[in-house]
């Protein structure tokens, strides 16, 4: 009865502890070690009696009745106690693979440094930018260095346009000495720093890279429309697959968006969409009609991911019906392009 009454009341206990430690304002390294310790001793005993009980169950000739998330989550949970026992009895701060996460144990620290966010948690995107459509390249929750992925990037370029870019817009991060000489062997401009003394240029010249430089800044703002109004910052769903899938959404919706401007074309051909209205003077009045475009009107409704794919589906059914529409679409493009063909500069970044 009495060991049946101190096992009762050890969660009681245990939680005890942790709300004392956690009410504290400023504790100090030793109280912080010592709470920590007691609570790894804790998850290592419950995991003992739960492998105890698993090897009963087993001797006996019995499963255990769990699915797939009960046991990945035991795995988890052990793979959890592991790295923070290594890093309470050496001391460390860091540990490869770190679990941060038990709902999502693919989920791993970032640190970024930034004012406010030392460190951060979810996907690291590598993102590269032509004519105002976004392309994500790479994508992870690990930390990478993107640096190291310029030239893949660049090829993928090739690949989608088949040329090289005359231009390529990117953070200081990419250019080191391996990156340069590739851009340099290609034939490819780079608005960076070059290395050693700063070389003489003249006042147009100094103008000229300055406004390269800001140019590279449509990538960021890329980033700051994904997450003010498509929720790019705020991924709630669980799963790695379907979070990649998400982002790939995000992007998707932002490019259906830039798009708007060339399927407006083909919806007001297609569907002819007319209405008038009455302009008054103090004469008379006079009827107009206007056209007036189904997108315009659909940008003021809130739309989801799947809304955008639907739109986008519907778009290209539509423009293969208009005559000379792979002209028409070749033609949309940034300021710079020419000849109906994709704009040679290309914005990376990494986010």
């Not at 690291?124 to 992870?140: C, H, I, P, W, Y």
């Not at 893949?152 to 370029?157: A, K, M, P, T």
């Not at 050693?196 to 960021?220: A, D, L, T, Y």
């Amino acid at each position: 009865m009495v060991n049946s009454r101190i096992i009762e009341c050890l969660p009681t206990i245990i939680k005890a502890e942790y709300l004392a430690f956690a009410k504290k304002r400023k504790p100090g390294k030793r109280d912080i070690k010592r709470a920590r310790g007691k609570q790894l001793r804790y998850l290592r005993r419950n995991l003992k009696d739960v492998n105890r009980m698993l090897d009963k169950l087993e001797a006996a000739g019995h499963a255990a009745h769990w699915k797939f998330p009960d046991w990945q989550r035991l795995w988890v949970l052990q793979e959890l106690y592991r790295q923070q026992d290594i890093m309470h009895r050496d001391g460390r701060k860091r540990i490869d693979d770190r679990i941060v996460s038990i709902a999502q144990p693919y989920v791993r620290p970032i640190v970024r440094g930034k004012a406010g966010k030392h460190t951060e948690f979810g996907a690291k995107l590598n993102v590269s930018e032509t004519e105002g459509f976004a392309r994500m390249d790479q994508v992870d929750f690990d930390n990478f260095n993107e640096g190291i992925l310029l030239q893949e990037q660049v090829e993928g370029y090739k690949a989608l346009y088949g040329y090289y870019p005359e231009l390529v817009l990117v953070d200081q991060i990419y250019l080191n000495r391996e990156n340069r000489k590739y851009l340099k062997d290609k034939g490819i401009r780079h608005a960076g720093r070059p290395l050693g003394r700063p070389p003489e240029m003249s006042r147009q010249e100094k103008q000229k890279r300055k406004k390269e430089q800001n140019k590279r800044s449509e990538i960021e703002g890329k980033f700051g429309q994904g997450k003010s109004k498509y929720g790019l910052d705020d991924i709630k769903t669980r799963l790695e697959d379907t979070s990649y899938a998400c982002i790939g959404l995000i992007l998707l919706a932002i490019n259906v968006i830039k798009l708007s401007g060339a399927t407006r074309l083909a919806l007001d051909t297609q569907l002819e969409v007319r209405t008038s209205y009455t302009a008054p003077k103090p004469a008379e009045s006079v009827h107009r009609t206007q056209p007036r475009s189904i997108l315009s009107n659909l940008r003021r409704i809130p739309l989801s991911g799947v809304s955008f794919v639907l739109i986008f589906s519907l778009c290209l059914c539509l423009w293969e019906q208009v005559p000379g529409w792979e002209n028409k679409i070749n033609s949309i493009g940034e300021k710079g392009g020419s000849g109906g063909q994709p704009d040679s500069r290309l914005a990376l970044i990494g986010g």
